[in-house]
Every structure is written in structure tokens, then in C-alpha cells.
């Protein structure tokens, strides 16, 4: 069984600062990993994702990942942060199975921006 | 890309009906479909595995019963909320996956039971 730990349910930081939020995976297999933003009642926005290609993963909106697996540990990273990325970012593992891969979620970050 | 949508996008019943909520791959077919529920404030909890000619897959602890689910063709999932009680009020999402490993998920739809 896989498993997500995301550390800090509530994460603030000012306009133009380091955006850092942490996950760490529990996985028995070589994982999948992803990264998902939500907006106030929407559904989710694939941020990024990690499948076992280059370990530094780049996505949407400025964001970077880096899969470290000697730390179980995938964190979301942008260098300066926008008013624009305050919302819920969840991060997720899943591991391969033909297409039908389940997504297991951590508990969910909220970030907040202050100006 | 990869577009799932959703309707409705809210939902307000009474106790006791039943709501039906479709999921759909609008640009992709999709013979798997997964169903969730996010609870205010909380990540999302997987209900079940929509699965396109078969019988959908429940999560330990999901009554079959209450959550009925039919993937009647190759985009298109919903799920029936029977019976609905106000302890089933929430967000209900869906996803689909693409490109084999990345799932892609609709815009929920807000259950709101009387």
C-alpha cells in the first residue's frame, strides 16, 4: 500500500518569497508521484508529476519537484511566489498497473499569499 | 490536453431522492474512471473504480447500494446518490486517466441534501 504525508496543513508566505511545501511517500514499489493544485470549488489542475524519467521535474505556473528517493521525499518548489498560487495543493502517489493506477492523496497544503 | 467535465456542478435535494451525476471525457475515451468525495476542508477519499462493460470496484467501506455506478460507454461515467441524506452533502469528483499514468479530473459537483 502506498501512502502520502504532507507536512504543514496550512503554509504562508509573502509575494515574491520561496514557496516550499513538503511531501513525503511511503511506497513498496517504485512510485508515480504527482503534485495537483485546487482552486475554491473546482476540481483538480495537474501540476506536475514524477514517472521514473528525470528525478527534477518541471510543471505549470513556475513549479518544480524533485524526487528524492534516499528521503522518501517529492516537495513542490517556486522560487517566488504570486498572489495568483493561493489555493489547496495536494500531493499523490500512485504506482503503475496498466492505465489503472489509483491515486492515493495526502491530507492537502493550503497556501496562502501575503501581499 | 486531456478535458473531463462534469454535470451538474451543484445539486440541492431532498432527503430521500436520488441524484445522478455524469462524468465525461470529453476529448479522450476512457475505459476507467474514478469516483471521489472530498469532505470540507479534506483531501479526497476514493470511492470506487468506474469500469467501462463491468461492474464498478468499491473501496473498502463504500455501500455499493447507496453510490450506484455505470460506465455506460467509453466517455461517460455517473454515479446515483440513492436515497440521499444530508450525511451524504460533499464534493463529489471524478477522473479519468491519460496518457496511461496521469489522472485528469473534473470540475466536482457540491451535493447539497435537505
Known amino acids: 500500500a502506498q501512502s502520502v504525508t504532507q507536512l504543514g496543513s496550512h503554509v504562508s508566505v509573502s509575494e515574491g518569497a520561496l514557496v516550499l511545501l513538503r511531501c513525503n511517500y511511503s511506497?513498496?514499489?517504485?512510485?508515480?508521484l504527482f503534485w495537483y493544485v485546487q482552486y475554491p470549488n473546482q476540481g483538480l489542475q495537474l501540476l506536475l508529476k514524477?514517472?521514473?524519467?528525470?528525478?527534477l521535474v518541471k510543471g505549470i505556473n513556475g513549479f518544480e519537484a524533485e524526487f528524492k528517493k534516499s528521503e522518501t521525499s517529492f516537495h513542490l518548489t517556486k522560487p517566488s511566489a504570486h498572489m495568483s498560487d493561493a489555493a489547496e495543493y495536494f500531493c499523490?502517489?500512485?504506482?503503475?498497473?496498466?492505465?489503472?493506477?489509483?491515486?492515493?492523496f495526502g491530507t492537502g497544503t493550503r497556501l496562502t499569499i501575503i501581499p | 490536453g486531456a478535458v473531463v467535465s462534469q454535470h451538474p456542478s451543484r445539486v440541492i435535494c431532498k432527503s430521500g431522492t436520488s441524484v445522478k451525476i455524469e462524468c465525461r471525457s470529453l476529448?479522450?475515451?476512457?475505459?476507467?474512471m474514478f469516483w471521489y468525495r472530498q469532505f470540507p476542508k479534506k483531501s479526497l477519499m476514493l470511492m470506487a473504480t468506474?469500469?467501462?462493460?463491468?461492474?464498478?470496484?468499491?473501496e473498502q467501506g463504500v455501500e455499493k447500494d447507496k453510490f450506484l455506478i455505470n460506465h455506460a460507454s467509453l466517455t461517460l461515467s455517473t454515479l446515483t446518490v440513492t436515497s440521499a441524506h444530508p450525511e451524504d452533502s460533499s464534493f463529489y469528483i471524478c477522473?479519468?486517466?491519460?496518457?496511461?499514468?496521469?489522472?485528469?479530473f473534473g470540475p466536482g459537483t457540491r451535493l447539497t441534501v435537505l
Open positions: 514524477y514517472t521514473s524519467a528525470a528525478t
Open positions: 468506474s469500469n467501462e462493460g463491468s461492474k464498478a470496484t468499491y
Open positions: 477522473s479519468a486517466p491519460f496518457s496511461g499514468d496521469t489522472q485528469y
Open positions: 499523490a502517489v500512485s504506482v503503475p498497473n496498466f492505465g489503472n493506477e489509483k491515486l492515493t
Open positions: 511506497s513498496s514499489v517504485p512510485p508515480y
Open positions: 476529448d479522450f475515451q476512457a475505459t476507467t
